[in-house]
């Protein structure tokens, strides 16, 4: 079971709820259908590139929706500060000092 503190937000598709929960600096995405145990989607490193897809998710129609709905969940919880800004060394242009 998870803690509810590392609970970004959901989001539904038909018959399925989306859960993105923060573990460390990486948000993942998990999907249930009705009161089934969650299975993992994909994580996301940062806004800036791909998620990392996990299992039949890979080929899933729904990965462009699924990612646009994950980034937005993301930016609404890092406006409502509810969520960290990402780190600048984990951007891809970023240039270590």
Avoid at 10 to 35: I, K, P, S, W
Avoid at 37 to 49: E, F
């Amino acid at each position: 079971m998870h803690d509810d503190a590392d609970l970004v937000g959901e989001f539904t598709r038909d018959q399925y709820v989306f859960t993105l929960r923060r573990d460390g600096e990486v948000h993942r995405v998990e999907a249930r259908e009705g009161d089934s145990v969650p299975i993992p989607v994909c994580h996301i490193y940062n806004p800036y590139t791909s998620p990392g897809w996990l299992s039949g998710w890979f080929l899933d129609w729904w990965r462009p929706w699924i990612e646009l709905q994950a980034q937005r969940v993301i930016a609404e919880a890092a406006a409502a500060g509810s969520d960290r800004e990402p780190d600048a060394s984990t951007q891809p242009d970023h240039i270590p000092r």
